[in-house]
Each structure stands twice: as structure tokens, then as C-alpha cells.
T-cell receptor
Framework: GAVVSQHPSRVICKSGTSVKIECRSL??????MFWYRQFPKQSLMLMAT?????????EQGVEKDKFLINHASLTLSTLTVTSAHPEDSSFYIC????????????FGQGTRLTVV | KNEVEQSPQNLTAQEGEFITINCSYS?????LHWLQQHPGGGIVSLFM???GKKKHGRLIATINIQEKHSSLHITASHPRDSAVYIC?????????FGTGTSLTVIP
């Protein structure tokens, strides 16, 4: 079945550096990709919605200059955490948008980011 | 109040027991999803429901649209079922997630 492949699964970076997380849809075209963040013991929180060929829509409180989202093709959406700080350490996960009732939700494997 | 409420938050069961996880939601939905998240974090979609009942192996999911309630049942539970189960309501343009039910099945 359709799969969303997310990479990397784990990353440790130094404060001040940038980290790029990729989500690829392997056998379907994802015009919309949701990006979520999950803190320990908490539910997934929507950060932004990326749309192929247009600007992402960010949720209130999410800094668009810090969390850069690019959805340049129907198979690739990326999230770049710029100038990372320890408080950005979290679990980030993507999921494809669902265009109709017959489409499943597919989630990436998630990326555990640790900023030291 | 969260748009999606799950119960229980934590559940410990003996291997072989029948397990039920409940989900109530307050938003209008186009579909209700049950997700499984393993300790490493990866999420798998178990079911997508818009009405009635679905069965996949030992897993059964039901939904009552009028009552805005869904249940996930696991028959003959096994230690490999240990995971966090998340209810997610899809409105047509976004998901609302429950906080999850952490299930531990003891051999």
C-alpha cells in the first residue's frame, strides 16, 4: 500500500544549526502534507500544512521563519528547523492530507530531534 | 476541553484478555481513525471509519455517528499489542487527536 517515508528517524544536532526532515510519498501523489510535533506523553500537535506548489499554512504560535516548510513536488515535503535550540527537541511526524473519503491516512515514521 | 477524548489513559492487561479503548469526539467528522504508535514513535494507521464496524484480524473498530463515539477492541490480546493507541478525528481538512491510550499486555 501507499507509504510515507520520513528521514532521518533520529538526529542529534548542536544549538544554532539547522536540520532538514524529509517526507516522501512513495507510490501516490500528496498534494497536501501535515506536519506534527509531539512532546513526551502528549498528543500530536499540528504545526503546519504544506501544499504542493504554494506556501504552507502555519498554525497559531508556530514560527514560520524557524520551521521552514517546502513542498516543491507531489512526492516530497520538507521541514527545516532553523537555528535549532534545545527546546526544539521533540518528535516530528508528517502525514498525507486526505483528499476524499476513500483515502487512507499515512504517517511517516517520525523524526526524533535532539538539540544539544 | 479537547475535541477528542480517549479513555482509559493507561491500560494493563493479561495476555489473552479482551480490551476496549473508547473515544468520544465533539467535531463534525468525515472519518475517524485509529492509530497505533510503538515505543520508537512510528505511527501506523489501523482503521479509518465513517460508519458501522470494521475488523482486521484481532482488532475491531466501531463507530456511532449519532453519539460521536468510537471504540477499538482487541481480542485475545498479546504482548506485541503493547503500544499507544490514538484516536484521530478527521474533519475534512485537519485531524484532531486524542491523547492516546498506553496499553501494556503482560505475558
Amino acid at each position: 500500500g501507499a507509504v510515507v517515508s520520513q528521514h532521518p528517524s533520529r538526529v542529534i544536532c548542536k544549538s544554532g544549526t539547522s536540520v532538514k526532515i524529509e517526507c516522501r510519498s512513495l507510490d501516490f501523489q500528496a498534494t497536501t502534507m501535515f506536519w506534527y510535533r509531539q512532546f513526551p506523553k502528549q498528543s500530536l500537535m499540528l504545526m503546519a500544512t504544506s501544499n504542493e506548489g504554494s506556501k504552507a499554512t502555519y498554525e497559531q504560535g508556530v514560527e514560520k521563519d524557524k520551521f521552514l516548510i517546502n513542498h516543491a513536488s507531489l512526492t516530497l515535503s520538507t521541514l527545516t528547523v532553523t537555528s535549532a535550540h534545545p527546546e526544539d527537541s521533540s518528535f516530528y511526524i508528517c502525514a498525507n492530507g486526505i483528499p476524499d473519503m476513500n483515502t487512507e491516512a499515512f504517517f511517516g515514521q517520525g523524526t526524533r530531534l535532539t538539540v544539544v | 476541553k479537547n475535541e477528542v477524548e480517549q479513555s482509559p489513559q493507561n491500560l494493563t492487561a493479561q495476555e489473552g484478555e479482551f480490551i476496549t479503548i473508547n473515544c468520544s469526539y465533539s467535531v463534525g467528522i468525515s472519518a475517524l481513525h485509529w492509530l497505533q504508535q510503538h515505543p520508537g514513535g512510528g505511527i501506523v494507521s489501523l482503521f479509518m471509519l465513517s460508519s458501522g464496524k470494521k475488523k482486521h484480524g484481532r482488532l475491531i473498530a466501531t463507530i456511532n455517528i449519532q453519539e460521536k463515539h468510537s471504540s477499538l477492541h482487541i481480542t485475545a490480546s498479546h504482548p506485541r499489542d503493547s503500544a499507544v493507541y490514538i484516536c484521530a478525528a478527521y474533519t475534512g481538512n485537519q485531524f484532531y487527536f486524542g491523547t492516546g491510550t498506553s496499553l501494556t499486555v503482560i505475558p
